[in-house]
Nanobody, 126 residues
Framework: QVQLVESGGGLVQAGDSLRLECRTS????????MGWFRQAPGKDREFVAG????????NYGDSVKGRFTISRDRYKKTVYLQMNSLKPEDTAVYYC???????????????????WGQGTQVTVSS
C-alpha cells in the first residue's frame, strides 16, 4: 500500500504563493504517475497537475497553466506543487495521488489513480 503524505496548505491572499509537498513511500523508478487534484465544496474533483516519476513529463489543468508548477525529487521521494498568483477560485482541498500506468504523461482522470493522500486545505482570500 502506497502511503502519501501532503503538507504545505494554508490561508493566503490573492496574488500570493504556496508550495505543496507530497511525500510517497513508493519506489520512484517505476512507471508511476503522480497527480495533484483539488476539490472545492459542491464541485467535482479537478485535475491540477501531473508528473511521471521516470521521465519527469508534466501536464497541467487549463485553469492553472502558467501559474502552477509541478516537480519531483526522486531522492526525497517528494512531489511539489508550486502555486503562484493564487486566486480565490483556487480555494479547495488539494489531494496528492499515485497510479501505476504506462502513459507518457500523467493521466487527468482520477480513476487512473489508486492511492490518495489525506488532502490539504488551500484557502485564498480576495
Amino acid at each position: 500500500q502506497v502511503q502519501l503524505v501532503e503538507s504545505g496548505g494554508g490561508l493566503v491572499q490573492a496574488g500570493d504563493s504556496l508550495r505543496l509537498e507530497c511525500r510517497t513511500s513508493q519506489r520512484t523508478d517505476l512507471q508511476y504517475s503522480m497527480g495533484w487534484f483539488r476539490q472545492a465544496p459542491g464541485k467535482d474533483r479537478e485535475f491540477v497537475a501531473g508528473i511521471k516519476w521516470r521521465n519527469g513529463n508534466t501536464n497541467y489543468g487549463d485553469s492553472v497553466k502558467g501559474r502552477f508548477t509541478i516537480s519531483r525529487d526522486r531522492y526525497k521521494k517528494t512531489v511539489y506543487l508550486q502555486m503562484n498568483s493564487l486566486k480565490p477560485e483556487d480555494t479547495a482541498v488539494y489531494y496528492c495521488a499515485s497510479g501505476l500506468n504506462t502513459n507518457i504523461y500523467a493521466p487527468r482522470e482520477s480513476t487512473e489513480y489508486d492511492s490518495w493522500g489525506q488532502g490539504t486545505q488551500v484557502t485564498v482570500s480576495s
